[in-house]
Nanobody
Framework: QVQLVESGGGLVQAGGSLRLSCAAS????????LGWFRQAPGKEREFVAA?????????DYTESVKGRFTISRDNAKNTVYLQMNNLKPEDTAVYYC?????????????????WGQGTQVTVSS
């Protein structure tokens, strides 16, 4: 069982930056694939980024955030981060972190059994 708690959301102007954090409970944090998803009002939840288990840190991003967002993990702190730079109004959404110990594409929400409560990110134009 893993419990996830996000923080770091807020209101920022377009072009600005935010860093989201997601702290996890549990003794086997390094064995989990970690993902970030987001859901904008009236839209379906979408994949943002994922990072592989262990310390090697293989990453995957949705096309719209490549070059602007960076996912990373600190296994000693049981924390995953999402550094978001050059934010755009279309990045406005509730951001969720998720964890899974299964193998899959890492891009589908139904692969992740553990979810945080979400943190709001609002980007003004």
């Amino acid at each position: 069982q893993v419990q996830l708690v996000e923080s770091g959301g807020g209101l920022v102007q377009a072009g600005g930056s935010l860093r989201l954090s997601c702290a996890a409970s549990g003794r086997t944090f390094s064995s989990y694939v970690l993902g970030w998803f987001r859901q904008a009002p009236g839209k379906e939840r979408e994949f943002v980024a994922a990072i592989r288990r262990g310390g090697g840190g293989g990453t995957d991003y949705t096309e719209s955030v490549k070059g602007r967002f960076t996912i990373s993990r600190d296994n000693a702190k049981n924390t995953v981060y999402l550094q978001m730079n050059n934010l755009k109004p279309e990045d406005t959404a509730v951001y969720y972190c998720a964890a899974t110990d299964t193998y899959g594409s890492r891009r589908r929400g139904n692969e992740y059994p553990y979810w945080g409560q979400g943190t709001q990110v609002t980007v003004s134009s």
